[in-house]
């Protein structure tokens, strides 16, 4: 399965962004999918993650209430909304699929992951 992340860019503080992960090679029903993110210097951390049902979601506590993942069966795509943008947002967002039915939390749950696209939020 191959994953093309999209929609990164440069915004405000308190604006939005629309990230899309488009999935091919397998349906995306197959795969519980997640969003992590890197910033410079950082760890590569987990952001939201949605379950292959659609019904189920999670988030990182600093995101949850601004940060919607949701995933769209006959497109084959994944979407994270990013709205109150922060500084600390700021990173290169990464999505990821895993064969899990719940998307784990930790990198090693995924073995497909998209090449990224970076966020800046500016101050």
């Known amino acids: 399965v191959q994953l093309q992340a999209s929609g990164g860019g440069l915004v405000q503080a308190g604006g939005s962004l629309s990230l899309s992960c488009a999935v091919s090679?397998?349906?995306?029903?197959?795969?519980?999918m997640s969003w992590f993110r890197q910033a410079p210097g950082k760890e590569r951390e987990f952001v939201a993650a949605i379950a292959r049902s659609g019904g189920s979601t999670n988030y990182r506590n600093s995101v949850k209430g601004r940060f919607t993942i949701s995933r769209d069966g006959a497109k084959n795509t994944v979407y994270l909304q990013m709205n109150s943008l922060k500084s600390e947002d700021t990173a290169v967002y990464y999505c990821?699929?895993?064969?899990?039915?719940?998307?784990?939390?930790?990198?090693?749950?995924?073995?497909?992951w998209g090449q990224g696209t970076l966020v800046t939020v500016s101050s």
């Open positions: 990821a699929a895993s064969t899990n039915f719940f998307g784990p939390v930790t990198i090693t749950g995924y073995g497909y």
């Open positions: 090679g397998r349906t995306s029903s197959m795969y519980a």
